[in-house]
């Protein structure tokens, strides 16, 4: 996902609004089909207005000592400390700004919400998404009201504010002293997130567990937690303490809003919170709330307050799953023996899941067909669960046996879950990774769903299901029937090097791995960037990888997708390695995994028939370079599809160019992967002519020590009018190939929200 939304969705958008309006205007509710339409234009104004900082043109400043305020902490993958805050600007005016601010913080000592403090360091602007299916920090910390971020050179805490907020935050934080103490530490962190929102101390193996096993949406406060949040109210409030129904309902909301602070106002549990205020309200007054329209309010109110929420992932599936929820009500029967019960509940949660599928897939690229039935038995028990939660918090901070005891209730349960999901996990086929749907698919899908719910059989004939099922797979696998275009993305990892082949029947080959300096492998680029992108693209299984020689910038990648994807085969240069230490590592995973090596040299070729061949030019027989320089074995290859020629030069400098000029091969190509991520030493003039590109592809990262690329090979580049395409700048670079020798380029960072073109259209206007 990514900050703005594609000409693609705006279609879909528009298709949406036609059924929308008209099913308003065939009731003659016109009235409504004209607010709707008032809705959607305010809604590109604040989107547009949502994406600037409150302060603009901070970006490169130093900031010495300047005054904030903690608003919210956590930690980062990498354990670091990360702040978000509220900073005072003093200007001349009469009144000072304020900005926020996300800070990483590596020094020694910690930081507690509230603290009031002095921070010292340079202000850096918010990225957005360079890479297909990757992380979109800009939209995730715009959301918050976040404008910049800082890695902080000092930090002094100066005072502390103790306003109410501050207070439930403290609380909150005794109570994860208390689940701490009495609770193992991967249980604890599960009922953190249940009972808070916080998952920052919840393992990935717990995470992948409960996402594979559809289960996910009880790790986040959502309207499941805050319905028995106030069921427990209600009961404690109605049973025993004897009060009337409006005493009760009042006393709900308020308890409501208390909770919402304490779990930090998170989309989904103020949709629920609003809700459920609204249906207490009508209690209040005696009047009877409507399911469709408390879900309207809701998302106005949180749209209105931050319309960014609107390509938001909890957001969305909140709302989706909530309306797939009313619909199975639709289609219930009302009777109360244990068999109908039965069957209402399933057919809630079939339908429930049947909405969130096309998003969940969108947003994480897979679904989980077992989540339908594990559903069934994990609900029922999450009540008693966060019960026992409630109980162990709680009665931690009064009489801490109270919490010793009511944990071990809590600990058979979330027992029982692991159990469940790992069960339910290894059954074939109830976890399908099938990457992010196209949009216009999505789009499908759900129209297929509104015909099916509001025209019935009027519409919903055998003929008209059966064109919504062909115009649905035409979306699904129209490039694999029809378009056959493969895509070639030179992914953005920072300062190295990766590129991935991707056919249209589904195949992929990998061409390095990128690698980060000071990383540990598991947390790399192989599994930070490029397996996200595999996963996007659905890709199961990886027919190759080239690895063109052993720096740690093309090679630690490859180590880590080998030992988490299946692959069928690995390559690598026919050229002594250096590094014994690397050779041994890389060959020690291939054996443990069962993977296949291969070297290869200049004439050999990989030909995959209609979807292009991928020939290798370099290392020759018999050239041998004296010294520990890898980079002169540097695999170079070339992929040829439908006439359209891609050269990949790894690291080779000017010597390895010269050799290649000199056999005499044909190196020609419309794009060029530049050698040695535009390295001075690499890309000499002679060898730009023979190849004579259209388009240079570099591949580096951002203010990298290294001063790649060199202005000398810019200017060797521009003298040849080459196009560059930089990742350090425009992000991942995706060149999508037609088998009729044509080819269409996209940088993945420069793609402008279309609701900003449309404002500033209207405003020129």
């Given amino acids: 996902m990514r900050l703005g939304i594609s000409k693609e969705i705006c279609l879909a958008f528009f298709v949406f609004s036609l059924l929308l309006i008209s099913h308003f205007v065939m009731k003659k509710n016109i009235k409504m089909a004209g607010t709707f339409i008032v809705m959607v234009i305010l809604g590109f104004f604040l989107a547009g207005d949502a994406v600037k900082p409150s302060y603009s043109g901070l970006e490169g400043q130093d900031f010495v000592k300047y005054e904030g305020i903690i608003f919210e902490e956590g930690k980062t993958s990498s354990g670091n400390q990360k702040l978000f805050m509220r900073l005072q600007l003093p200007f001349q005016e009469e009144q000072n700004k304020t900005v926020g601010l996300y800070a990483i913080w590596t020094g020694e000592n910690s930081f507690q919400i509230g603290d009031e403090i002095l921070i010292t360091g340079e202000v850096l602007p918010l990225e957005g998404i360079t890479v297909p299916g990757g992380y979109d920090e800009r939209l995730y910390l715009k959301t918050k009201n976040i404008d910049y971020k800082m890695y902080p050179e000092m930090i002094e805490k100066i005072g502390e504010n103790k306003n109410l907020f501050m207070k439930l935050q403290e609380i909150k934080q005794r109570v994860f002293a208390v689940f701490d103490t009495v609770l193992p530490q991967r ?220 944990a071990g209730g809590a600990y058979g349960i979330l027992k029982f879950y692991q159990i469940v999901c790992t069960i339910g996990v290894s059954i074939p086929g109830g976890y399908l990774l099938i990457g992010a749907p196209s949009l216009l698919t999505i789009a499908i899908y759900y129209i297929i769903l509104y015909m099916c719910s509001f025209y019935g059989r009027k519409l919903c004939n055998e003929k008209a299901i059966l064109c919504a099922m062909i115009a649905l797979g035409f979306s699904a696998f129209g490039n694999r029937m029809i378009f056959h275009k493969n895509t070639v993305a030179f992914l953005d990892v920072g300062q190295g090097d990766s590129t991935v082949i991707s056919t249209y029947d589904g195949r992929a080959v990998v061409i390095d791995g990128g690698g980060w300096f000071g990383t540990e492998i598991g947390k790399n680029s192989g599994m930070k960037v490029v397996k996200p992108y595999l996963e996007y693209l659905g890709v199961k299984e990886l027919d190759g990888i080239f690895l063109t020689h052993f720096d740690s910038d093309h090679m630690i990648g490859v180590v880590e997708l080998c030992q988490s994807l299946p692959t069928k085969a690995v390559y690598l240069s026919e050229y002594p390695c250096s590094d014994m230490e690397k050779w041994h590592l890389l060959k020690e995973v291939l054996e443990k995994q069962g993977i296949m090596l291969y070297t290869v040299k200049e004439n050999d070729i990989s030909n995959w028939g209609n979807r292009g061949e991928i020939s290798c030019y370099y290392p020759p027989d018999g050239v041998k370079f004296i010294g520990e320089n890898d980079n002169h074995g540097s695999l170079v290859l070339k992929y040829d599809y439908g006439g359209t020629k891609i050269l990949f030069t790894g690291d080779a400098a000017v010597e390895d160019e010269r050799i290649l000029l000199t056999k005499g091969v044909d190196v020609s190509a419309q794009i060029l992967k530049l050698g040695h991520h535009g390295s001075k030493n690499s890309s000499c003039e002679a060898f730009l002519e023979a190849v004579a590109p259209q388009v240079g592809i570099i591949s580096c990262g951002k203010e990298n020590r290294y001063g790649h690329p060199h202005e000398d090979t810019l200017n060797r580049v521009n003298e040849q009018r080459i196009t560059v395409y930089r990742t350090d700048k425009q992000g991942t670079i995706l060149a999508e190939i037609s088998p009729k020798g044509s080819y269409e380029l996209d940088a993945v960072a420069e793609r402008e929200a279309v609701y900003e073109g449309i404002k500033k259209t209207m405003e020129k206007r």
């Fill in 187 to 406: 249980e604890s962190g599960i009922l953190k997130a249940m009972v808070t929102g916080e998952r920052d101390d919840i393992d990935q193996e717990t995470r992948d567990l409960y996402i594979k096993a559809g289960i996910n949406h009880i790790l986040c406060v959502s309207g499941l937690h805050v319905s028995i949040f106030v069921l427990l109210i209600h009961f404690l409030m109605e049973k025993c303490l004897k009060q009337s129904k409006r005493t009760v309902s009042l006393a709900t909301i308020a308890c409501c809003l208390f909770f919402l602070i304490f779990t930090g106002f998170s989309p989904s549990s103020v949709r629920a919170v609003i809700m459920i205020t609204i249906a207490l309200l009508g209690r209040i007054f005696f009047r009877r709330s409507d399911m469709l329209n408390n879900v309207a309010i809701a998302a106005l109110f949180l749209l209105l307050y931050q319309p960014l929420y609107l390509w938001n992932a909890g957001f969305q599936l909140s709302f989706i799953t909530v309306v797939g929820m009313w619909m199975g009500l639709q289609v219930v029967s009302n009777e109360t023996d244990i068999m109908s019960k039965m069957k209402k509940t399933f057919i809630l949660s079939l339908y429930a899941s049947l909405f969130s599928y096309p998003l969940v897939a969108y947003h994480f690229f897979h679904i989980s067909l077992i989540g339908v039935f594990l559903n069934l038995l994990v609900l029922p028990l999450c009540a008693p669960l966060l019960f026992f939660a409630f109980l162990t918090g709680i009665g931690g901070l009064i009489f801490p046996p109270i919490a010793a005891i009511s």
